[in-house]
């Protein structure tokens, strides 16, 4: 591209959408990387990180439409990345405390 007799590199970009839920709000932000972006760069580029403290890359496990991916793996065009919170009980033992109390 050639601006005022500049020429300036510009690069393709594509759409994706970083997605991260609390129990009581839900955020799906919209977001243009590079074609080559990753996810952990995506996740960074959306502003995710500074919204919401509490997310810990290093810990927390991320996917592409449910399907857990590394933070390396690269992006398709509209792909929407998922940040998933870690369970508060696991689901078997919560199932059964439930059945429990309810045979009571």
């Known amino acids: 591209m050639v601006d005022n007799g500049v020429v300036v590199a510009t690069q393709a970009l594509m759409p994706v959408e970083v997605a991260y839920a609390l129990p009581d ?13 990753t996810v952990e760069s995506a996740i960074r580029a959306s502003g995710v990180l ?15 439409f449910s399907r857990l991916v590394t933070l ?9 990345i998922e ?10 033992t919560a199932r059964r405390e439930r059945a429990a109390q309810k045979s009571e």
């Open 83 to 92: 940040i998933y919170r870690p369970l508060q009980a696991d689901p078997k």
């Open 25 to 37: 709000q839900q955020v799906i932000l919209p977001v243009l990387v590079p074609v080559d972006a």
């Open 50 to 64: 500074d919204r919401f403290a509490d997310i810990d890359l290093s810990r927390q496990k991320v996917g592409i």
């Open 72 to 80: 390396n793996q690269r992006l398709q065009p509209r792909d929407r």
